[in-house]
């Protein structure tokens, strides 16, 4: 007899395929908080959605700022929104002297708000009336429609423009800080140590970019490595570790300062037609965990939400986690396969993340009162003897606590139904032992070449339950 046991999955996470991965891995893993205990997998907070119709356009950029508010860019329209203590109001629509006045970044720097337009960067200090605002400030070069990343490195604010970075230094802007070859475009700005990190993009069908460091003082930057990408999307935020996104295939990249390294395949069918990436702006550190807002282009191969690429204890490994499903949800998988994920920001103990859907658009919070109403983990595909059939027995979940109102399901597919999961039905195939604390069928899964479990929690307000694994056993037949 052989036992199937999915423990630990803070130690191995989303795995690689359905079939091959970490100890610990599942092959899905949606709204599970897997770190604030090791070993144990509860639900989430929820992100609910908080702008009302005051957010009409996508924003792809955001400000926490010192004044105590959170500023939200229209990456469109050029309109201006604040939010105070959860009010959000529409502050200034920004109408620069040439170009577009889409917003596409936006930076606090020494007690002003920068926002770059296609051609123009935009000026706001902080605490005076938005009417006195500089929406032509200053000029950029190359007028790029798309992108001007922005980050402070050495007390300077770079900003990216095509094959240009420009800079503001204590008050005075200048276009041409460094220039790099072209066709390479910035599309996202890091940092290392004291140098700034430059992800460049050619096309959407050039598939070669380049990563650049440069120490910000120096006529040319030092590095360049080379990646078969289509562009480097953006920087993670992580601690002391430089992770990349890059290319339209989940591709994350560990950069030691020199060349960028593959290390880990956001797992989904990345066919031809299936894209997706990560916007430059949507990248952020929330309590030491590095999240991420995975964006679709085209296809539908991938679970699309906010991602957690991170680690609780140094020395385990990094593992990927769909931590936050968006609000803008409709289907039962927790998950949306068209939307877009603009940018995420901080405020404190809450982020906020920015989505379109359509044409729908909005702000969510994280909700500390409200834990997500479900979340489920996958596990692997079993095949434990193909050319003998086995014979699987009872699933058990043992939990440490399964408060009142709360439950736990537990779902099969066995050999790869074209149906998807059966669930055990609760009244007449499954029990809660509470002497042993497991959650168990009360029926064999049967003769099966293969199997795939499914266990779904469900929370009541702001309990959770917390699961320990998951168990089932094989016989030979």
């Not at 100890?23 to 144990?40: K, N, P």
């Not at 203590?85 to 577009?100: C, D, K, N, R, V």
């Not at 404190?348 to 359509?358: A, C, E, I, L, T």
């Not at 409200?370 to 079993?382: M, P």
């Amino acid at each position: 007899m052989a036992r199937i046991e999915i423990k630990e999955l803070n130690l191995g996470g989303i795995a690689d395929s359905d079939y091959l991965g970490a100890r610990g891995s599942v092959a899905e893993a949606v709204g599970l908080d897997i770190h604030s205990v090791a070993g144990l997998m509860s639900l989430n907070q929820k992100l609910t959605k908080e702008s009302g119709a005051t957010i009409d356009a996508f924003v792809k950029c955001g400000v926490s700022c010192s004044d105590g508010k959170q500023y939200f860019f229209s990456s469109t329209s050029g309109k201006i929104w604040s939010r105070t203590a959860g009010t959000y109001a529409l502050e200034a629509t920004a109408s620069p002297a040439a170009g577009s006045a889409g917003i596409l970044g936006a930076m606090e720097y020494q007690g002003y708000l920068y926002y770059a337009m296609q051609s123009r960067l935009g000026r706001w200090q902080i605490g005076t009336s938005w009417g006195g605002r500089n929406d032509s400030y200053g000029t950029f070069t190359n007028t790029d429609a798309e992108f001007h990343p922005m980050k402070i490195v050495n007390l300077v604010l770079y900003i990216g423009d095509k094959n240009f970075v420009a800079q503001v230094d204590t008050g005075t802007f200048t276009a041409n800080a460094l220039d790099i070859k072209s066709p390479l475009r910035i599309k996202a700005l890091g940092r290392m140590d004291t140098d700034l990190l430059i992800g460049t993009f050619v096309a959407d069908n050039v598939t070669e970019t380049e990563i650049l460091r440069w120490n910000t003082w120096s006529v040319s930057y030092s590095v360049a490595d080379t990646l078969p990408e289509v562009g480097v999307n953006a920087f993670l935020e992580t601690d002391n570790v430089t992770i990349i996104n890059a290319g339209v295939k989940g591709n994350l990249y560990e950069y030691d300062g020199v060349r960028a390294s593959l290390k880990k395949t956001i797992k989904g069918d990345w066919s031809s037609t299936n894209k997706a990436y990560v916007h430059p702006n949507a990248a952020f550190n929330f309590h030491g965990l590095p999240l991420f807002g995975l964006s679709q282009i085209t296809g539908t191969g991938v679970n699309l939400g906010v991602y957690g690429y991170g680690r609780t204890n140094a020395n385990y490994p990094y593992v990927l986690n769909l931590d936050f499903p968006i609000s803008e949800r409709s289907d039962t998988a927790l998950v949306l396969t068209a939307i877009e994920i603009g940018c995420i920001i901080g405020g404190g103990d809450q982020f906020f993340v920015s989505w379109k859907n359509g044409s729908s658009f909005g702000i969510d919070k994280l909700d500390t009162a409200l834990k997500l109403e479900t979340g489920y983990f996958i596990t692997r595909v079993a095949s434990v003897d193909r050319v003998m059939q086995d014979n699987y027995g009872q699933v058990y979940v043992p939990y440490r606590a399964l408060p009142s109102g709360t439950s736990i399901k537990i779902y099969r597919k066995v050999n790869h139904a074209s149906g998807g999961f059966t669930e055990f039905n609760a009244s007449t195939e499954m029990v809660t032992d509470v002497d042993r604390m497991m959650r168990h069928s009360l029926i064999d899964i049967g003769a099966a070449n293969t199997v795939q479990v499914k266990t779904e929690l469900t929370s009541t307000n702001n309990n959770t339950p917390e699961v320990e694994s998951a168990i089932f056993d094989v016989n030979k037949q």
